[in-house]
């Protein structure tokens, strides 16, 4: 059946501006295809007729199970050739000169994907760990868990240079 | 130890490091003209009633979007979608043309565009870095000057009056001054330039109505 209702594209435009960096710094956390992610889930909401209710964890939930898909599938495996630089910044430079984003970069694709993935949605993303449960098909509990084990983790790996 | 399970954003737990809740995510905007070039495409294929994309691809009928949200312009560049390959697809994977006379129109188009959405964005470029190194592949026979392409574009080869917002009705190539050659090559056609305060006033109906009334 035909389908002509899109997203208007403004909207489209305004989700944009409101959500793709993180969005993009969340699929980071899910793999190499995460900036291929990024695009997948903004052309699944063009295509809605309508805003989400919850734009972003809408967003993440269809880039993640993208990226699922993909990692399933060998033949998008080999078919892929991700130019991209060997170090990328997942973060703007900040503004304290002893943080290095891209070693803090480095750090999170050093998690566990589960660790990294959480913590990139709820610290950075502002996703509740509710809106979390749901994306990554866990408890509310268990998502909170390897939030505070992420943290742990990041907080010891960089101890030696940062005074808290 | 963190013992309680904060749901508001801002009352991360308590031993949090605030120097790591403080980075900020790097930008996005390499992969904006891509997205919203296959968002508009899409879009208008749907208004348009295309309901397949290989027969949009047959009735050389299609319209790009790229939506600079950093400046708040909007760019259009309607032209044919020869060798688009499947709008939608990821970055990774491209969009092969087929034909290798087609193709070089589609890079054409999309290097113009990339071009003009550069200027737009304060002549930085927008798209991926692997596209760029696929235009720079192709544009030799495209007759597209590489230097559009990267930083520092050369605003006087397009032209400084056609402001941030340009529109081109079915274009085939661009010469190196920027000008439009006919699919005939009979005659010259320069891009017509829309008022930027146009665009932005424009409601989305009268956007789809302009690109139906172009077609």
Redesign the interface.
């Known amino acids: 059946m035909?389908?002509?209702q899109?997203l208007?594209?403004?909207q489209?435009?305004k989700a944009?501006?409101d959500f793709?960096?993180?969005?993009?710094?969340i699929a980071r956390s899910f793999g190499e295809?995460g900036?291929?992610?990024?695009?997948?889930a903004?052309?699944a909401l063009?295509?809605q007729p309508k805003m989400p209710d919850e734009p972003l964890a809408w967003l993440v939930k269809v880039a993640r199970n993208q990226v699922l898909q993909w990692n399933r599938s060998e033949q998008r495996r080999t078919?892929?050739?991700?130019?991209?630089?060997k170090d990328t910044?997942?973060?703007?430079n900040?503004?304290?000169e002893?943080?290095d984003?891209l070693d803090?970069s480095e750090a999170l694709k050093m998690l566990p994907a589960d660790l990294s993935e959480v913590v990139t949605m709820?610290?950075?993303g502002?996703?509740?760990?509710?809106q979390i449960a749901d994306v990554v098909g866990s408890s509310?509990?268990t998502v909170?868990r390897r939030?505070?084990d992420a943290?742990q983790i990041?907080?010891q790996r960089?101890s030696c240079h940062?005074e808290? | 130890?963190?013992d309680s399970?904060p749901?508001n954003?801002e009352s991360?737990?308590r031993?949090?490091?605030?120097?790591?809740?403080?980075?900020?995510?790097?930008?996005?905007s390499?992969?904006?003209a891509?997205?919203?070039y296959?968002?508009?495409y899409?879009?208008a294929r749907?208004?348009l009633g295309k309901?397949a994309w290989q027969r949009a691809t047959l009735v050389a009928v299609a319209a790009s979007?790229i939506?600079v949200?950093g400046s708040g312009a909007l760019l259009f560049t309607l032209g044919k979608p020869i060798g688009l390959g499947i709008p939608?697809r990821?970055?990774?994977?491209g969009n092969a043309p087929a034909a290798p006379d087609k193709s070089r129109e589609l890079r054409s188009q999309i290097a113009y565009a990339a071009s003009a959405s550069s200027i737009a964005n304060n002549n930085q470029p927008i798209l991926?870095?692997?596209l760029q190194?696929q235009f720079q592949r192709a544009l030799p026979t495209a007759n597209v000057p590489m230097n559009l392409l990267g930083p520092g574009v050369e605003l006087g080869q397009i032209g400084a009056d056609w402001d941030k917002i340009i529109l081109m009705k079915s274009p085939a190539n661009f010469d190196n001054a920027g000008n439009t050659v006919s699919q005939s090559n009979q005659s010259l056609e320069k891009p017509k330039p829309i008022e930027p305060q146009t665009w932005r006033s424009m409601r989305?109906d009268q956007?789809k109505s302009l690109l139906k009334g172009l077609l």
């Open positions: 035909k389908n002509d899109v208007p594209l403004d489209l435009s944009w501006e793709a960096d993180r969005l993009l710094l295809s900036e291929d992610a990024v695009q997948e903004f052309m063009s295509r078919q892929r050739h991700v130019v991209r630089a910044a997942w973060f703007e900040s503004e304290q002893s943080i984003v803090v709820h610290l950075w502002q996703l509740t760990f509710e509310r509990s909170h939030y505070s943290i990041l907080r960089f940062i808290r | 130890m963190i399970i749901e954003p991360f737990p031993d949090t490091p605030s120097w790591l809740s403080q980075l900020r995510p790097s930008s996005a390499s992969l904006q891509s997205v919203f296959h968002a508009g899409e879009a749907r208004e309901n979007v939506i949200t939608g990821s970055v990774s994977e991926p870095a692997w190194s989305d956007i």
